[in-house]
């Protein structure tokens, strides 16, 4: 930073959770932020991962979607098949396990593609059998769940814009979407799923409206102010944090004008002018 010339304008280190990244910020002595958009990926990665059903028809959504990406006469058979039945010109998608999302990017192609790809596999020979009406059930509710996160996740990881401002408000809507959506799932599947990301969005983002940076910047976005927290408590404390601040600098301003009027009269009083003899 010191070869950059960017110390100055460092006032926060945004990473992951790894221990030496917090490390990293204790040694330079810098304000140290974890992404909540890696924590997010994680949590939610963590919901799909411990629910075996979903386990399942996410391995069994692999296995199609890499049999019509690897197999030349698969891809030309459900593009035709596609044609046939004029459906949408559309490609399947493959998970990547490092992007959560990319799981409901693939899961949504595969549910848009059920009947086309149902159909194409009938005329294959192959091994690889599509994808039950249970499962395809399944999955239309998994996604109803993930819709609300799937947009926070791509909010938050815009790289154009400051996002900072965004984060409690976003953890607030998912909060009222999931709660929204776990009225009205019906399998017992999704129902787990619903309420591990509740309770580890409660455990991992708990503390955050706590969080100076965080809930300073949400208090000073004109389009958030006060209305972009979970409770009025909290808003009321960020309140209360911003006048201190503000009284902070003021007081640190106030110093340093009179040390500079101090040494403009100090200056002046010494200068004089110039001696006359008697």
């Not at 996410?58 to 049999?67: H, I, L, N, P, T």
């Not at 396990?97 to 596999?121: C, F, I, K």
Request: aromatic share 6%; charged share 25%.
């Amino acid at each position: 930073m010191s070869q950059w010339d960017i110390t100055h304008k460092v006032t926060d280190l945004v990473t992951d959770g790894a221990e030496n990244m917090g490390v990293c910020a204790r040694e330079l002595r810098l304000r140290h932020t974890i992404c909540v958009a890696h924590t997010l990926n994680l949590l939610i990665k963590k919901a799909l991962d411990q629910n075996p059903v979903l386990s399942d028809i996410r391995a069994s959504s692999r296995k199609v979607v890499g049999y019509f990406k690897s197999s030349t006469t698969a891809k030309e058979r459900l593009t035709k098949v596609q044609e046939q039945m004029r459906w949408p010109a559309l490609k399947l998608i493959q998970e990547v396990d490092t992007r959560w999302n990319s799981t409901y990017h693939m899961l949504q192609r595969v549910y848009d593609l059920r009947e086309p790809v149902g159909a194409a596999l009938a005329g294959l020979r192959t091994e690889i059998a599509p994808l039950s009406s249970r499962q395809y059930e399944i999955i239309a509710e998994c996604l109803k769940v993930l819709s609300s996160f799937n947009d926070a996740t791509v909010e938050l990881s815009e790289e154009k814009r400051v996002s900072g401002s965004k984060v409690i408000p976003l953890l607030s809507m998912l909060h009222h979407a999931l709660e929204e959506e776990m009225g009205l799932v019906q399998t017992p599947e999704n129902t787990a799923m619903a309420e591990s990301l509740k309770r580890q969005l409660r455990e991992k983002f708990n503390n955050l409206q706590s969080m100076s940076i965080i809930s300073l910047a949400t208090l000073l976005n004109p389009r958030f102010k006060k209305i972009g927290f979970f409770s009025p408590n909290k808003a009321a404390e960020a309140e209360k944090r911003l006048t201190s601040e503000c009284c902070k600098l003021w007081h640190r301003l106030d110093a340093t004008v009179l040390q500079t009027r101090t040494q403009t009269c100090h200056c002046g009083h010494n200068s004089g002018g110039p001696k006359i003899p008697g």
